[in-house]
Nanobody, 115 residues
Framework: QVHLEESGGGLVQVGGSLRLACVVS????????LNWYRQAPGKQRDFVAR???????GYGDSVKGRFTIVRDNAKNTVYLQMNNLKPEDTAVYFC?????????WGQGTQVTVSS
């Protein structure tokens, strides 16, 4: 069984930074695609960033150049470094692990950017 637990969310001012972490328990971490998504109140869940097993990354247009996704296979952890935060980044951030053909989600961590 796979379990994901996010941490690192909180309240930050515009222009500030946060680093989210997602610790994964269970097998298959090093082979999996890891994603971060976010969901603002009343909106759909949107893609933020992705990293595959080879370290290739992809980002949503709204976060390119500001967010960085990194994985540490030795610690079964994926990080999301978020810089130059904006009020529109306010959302619950979810970690997702995709290992064909299944996917797992964490419970999410709240990020609030105040102006």
């Amino acid at each position: 069984q796979v379990h994901l637990e996010e941490s690192g969310g909180g309240l930050v001012q515009v222009g500030g930074s946060l680093r989210l972490a997602c610790v994964v328990s269970g097998n298959g971490f090093s082979s999996a695609v890891l994603n971060w998504y976010r969901q603002a109140p009343g909106k759909q869940r949107d893609f933020v960033a992705r990293i595959n097993s080879e370290g290739y990354t992809g980002y949503g247009d709204s976060v390119k150049g500001r967010f960085t996704i990194v994985r540490d296979n030795a610690k079964n952890t994926v990080y999301l470094q978020m810089n130059n935060l904006k009020p529109e980044d306010t959302a619950v951030y979810f970690c997702n692990l995709f290992l064909t053909p299944e996917a797992w989600w964490g419970q999410g961590t709240q990020v609030t950017v105040s102006s």
